[in-house]
């Protein structure tokens, strides 16, 4: 399906409905596709907390503020 832009602000409700429900539209600008609304794609596996875990390292100082980083931030006083 194909709308223009005046009508995409004023049916914006409705159209996220039917993209909802599978369908792809684009948004045109004087006749031109300028922008396509599509579903967003549902992961098909869960998240699995610490699927990373051993594969980053992250120095021990890593969060520490110096006193370079201080005059970094706040100029030299």
Do not use: C, H
């Amino acid at each position: 399906m194909s709308i223009n832009i005046y009508e995409a602000k004023t049916q914006l409700s409705k159209l996220i409905a039917r993209v909802e429900g599978g369908e792809e539209i684009t948004i045109s600008r004087n006749g031109r596709p300028a922008a396509r609304l599509v579903p967003i794609g549902r992961r098909t596996t869960p998240r699995v907390p610490g699927a990373l875990k051993g594969q980053f390292w992250m120095a021990p100082d890593f969060d520490d503020f110096t006193a370079q980083d201080e005059a970094d931030w706040y100029g030299d006083e």
